[in-house]
């Protein structure tokens, strides 16, 4: 098991032109969460997920965002008609039922870097 | 704005210094968490501490939690210059989402 993964590590997308991440979390954990992260800021909530269901979502998920877990392991973040403002490291992270750590902690992956022209 | 306020925004320092930053946040907590940052990089987990929990230590961090204030502190001893990055306290109010501050950047000069 070697952690959090994303994919890809960084896109370069033009703006209107849709784009799909993916995370795959430490197996075991139940909990996967979305995060979106710009220069010189923190973190900020977008979504999360236990097992396949998606329990919460921020006001800042328009509805250009769809987030899904199929089978309750990897998810794909999709963002459709993406624009300039979307530009951010894009992170996930898991948590729960995982040998390394209690209920709570979340592990991040490496994120996946957007740039929209 | 965000509910997790890390202090002092930047903090620099010497080599074997230690250092010390600080977060506070608004509402009850169920645990609150610290992470390290490096530049363009991910976040690394460094300390979870429980709100029924007052001080916490893993190697050179002390973590220490003040529910009554709703703050918490991190201290480094020792710094080294791999110590510089940016910190964050994340806490957790539920089993869901982790809130975020914008962080402390901490620069070890050697």
């Known amino acids: 098991d070697t952690g959090v993964s994303q994919n890809p590590r960084h896109k370069i997308t033009k703006r209107g032109q849709n784009v799909t991440f993916r995370c795959d979390p430490i197996?075991?954990?139940?909990?996967l969460y979305w995060y979106r992260q710009t220069l010189g800021q923190g973190p900020e909530f977008l979504t999360y997920?236990?097992?396949?269901?998606?329990?919460?979502k921020s006001r800042l998920l328009s509805d250009r965002f769809s987030a899904e877990r199929p089978k309750g392991s990897f998810s794909t973040l999709e963002i459709q008609r993406t624009e300039q403002g979307d530009s951010a490291m894009y992170l996930c992270?898991?948590?729960?039922?995982?040998?390394?750590?209690?209920?709570?902690?979340?592990?991040f992956g490496p994120g996946t870097r957007l740039t929209v022209l | 704005s965000q509910q997790g306020e890390e202090d002092p925004q930047a903090l620099s320092i010497q080599e074997g210094e230690n250092a010390t930053m600080n977060c506070s946040y608004k509402t009850s907590i169920n645990n609150l968490q610290w992470y390290r940052q490096n530049s363009g990089r991910g976040l690394v987990h460094l300390i979870l501490i429980r709100s029924n929990e007052r001080e916490k230590h893993s190697g050179r961090l002390r973590v220490t939690l003040d529910t009554s204030k709703k703050s918490s502190s991190l201290l480094i001893t020792a710094s080294r210059a791999a110590d510089t990055a940016s910190y964050f306290c994340p806490h957790n109010t539920n089993a869901g989402k982790s809130t975020f501050g914008d962080g402390t950047t901490l620069t070890v000069k050697p």
């Open positions: 997920f236990q097992n396949e269901a998606q329990l919460e």
């Open positions: 197996s075991e954990h139940n909990r």
């Open positions: 992270a898991s948590s729960g039922g995982g040998r390394e750590a209690g209920v709570d902690e979340q592990f």
